[in-house]
Each structure stands twice: as structure tokens, then as C-alpha cells.
């Protein structure tokens, strides 16, 4: 699917996802989440990566990122000894990052902000395929980034996806609506990306021309999987 196609799309959902919630005359519950998860391509029915198929894994991600307009890093990265069914038990994965106003969107809601990651901000994304889906620890995973234009720079601690998912709902939305919304774009998102181990964070890097590195740990399971470094540069507009 084209890029302008599935931001289009992105818009669609947001923005009926955010009218079903206001125009609802009554709080509803959100959909229940599926009873099993999709298996991601590239990976067996036990969400293992297929031995022999991880450059088809590696094309996947990069089209996942780049069909929601982010910039993949400069290479890929991988964690040994993670999974099962491969040598060395390797788990693959990548990094992206976008800069803000993000989603770009022609569809408004008069008085309503859409976009997740704001002008100046910089989101960046940590995509493996083949873990498991999360646990309660969603921690281990961080981004060191460094402004080269201004000098600034920090290192960020990134979350599951579900954060930013929230955050693309306005908080005019009511409380008792806002799963709804969530959970249509959630499914969206979830349509592209795999389900386990997705990490992501907004950082204020201000404009100019961004360099950064995601490493860190994800648990699949009961193991602590150690992703290398992977290196990107973002320019900011």
C-alpha cells in the first residue's frame, strides 16, 4: 500500500474514530481484544521468526515503518539467543523515527488537535518481529539522540505503542469514550505492525538535524532480550 494511501487512511480512522466518540449518545465499552494475535508476516504459527526468512522480516519492517511516513535507521539490529527456531535464536528488528506534525492529515476537527507528535518533536519507533506479546514490563528499551544543529541533546526511555495510540486521541474526547477510539486505531496500527515488543517515544529535539541510537532490552516471554545499537539521523523541519 502507497504511502499517501495509508496516512489518508490514518486520517480516516482518527478522525471517525474521534466523531463516533463525541456523536455517541451513550458511553459504550471498547471491542474486546482479539483472542489471538495475528501472526506477523515472516514469522510460524508459534511467533517464532521462520529460520531462513529473516531478510523477508527485515523488507516487512521497513515497509511497516515507511507506510506510516517514517524514516527507517541506517541498518537493522537483533538480539541473540531470544527466540527459538533460528541460528543463534536471533530476533530482528528495526528502528524509524518521524519527525512532528505527525500524522500529516488534510481531515480537521475545528477545535481539535490530531496529531500525536507535535511541530519540534521527533517520535521514534522500535519495531522487532517474533516476540511474544507484552508482558507487565515494558521497560529496557531507550533512545540517546543528539540535535547536532543546537547542540541539544538526552537520552529517553521508550514505551509501548499504546502510549502514543492514546495520545492521538484529543482530550476533549470523554473518558468514558476514549477506549473506542482507541482500540480503532489500535487495530490500525496493529494491521502493519507486529504485536509484541513495539516501542516508541516523543522527544522534544527542537528543528535541525537529529542524530540518534535506540538499544536496550524487551522481555519475550521469561527471557531479557539486549537489542544492539541502531543508528538513524532525522532532519527536523
Known sequence: MAVPRRLTMLSAVVTCSVALALAAPTAGAAPAPPTTAPVPPGTNQTGTVAP???????????????????????????????????????????????????????????????????????????VPYGLNQDGPDTTGMQVAWLNVTSGRGGLASMGPLS????????????????????????DFFFAALPMGGVRAVPVDTGQGTVLAAVFGTVENGGKSCFFLPTVGITEVP
Not at 68 to 84: E, H, I, K, V
Not at 171 to 184: D, F, G, K, S, T
Request: proline residues 11%; glycine residues 10%; contains cysteine.
Open 52 to 126: 531462513g526468512d529473516l531478510f523477508g522480516v527485515y523488507n516487512t519492517a521497513i515497509d511497516g515503518l515507511r507506510a506510516f511516513g517514517m524514516q527507517p535507521f541506517l541498518y537493522p539490529t537483533a538480539a541473540a539467543y531470544c527466540l527459538n527456531g533460528n541460528s543463534l535464536g536471533l530476533a530482528p528488528a528495526v528502528a524509524g523515527a518521524v519527525p512532528g506534525p505527525w500524522p500529516k492529515t488534510s481531515v480537521t476537527i475545528p477545535g481539535l488537535d490530531l496529531s500525536a507528535v507535535k511541530a519540534g518533536q521527533t517520535m521514534f519507533t522500535f
Open 163 to 186: 502510549t502514543i495510540l492514546r495520545a492521538m486521541i484529543p482530550p476533549e474526547v470523554p473518558v468514558a469514550l476514549r477506549p473506542i477510539a482507541e482500540r480503532a486505531i489500535q
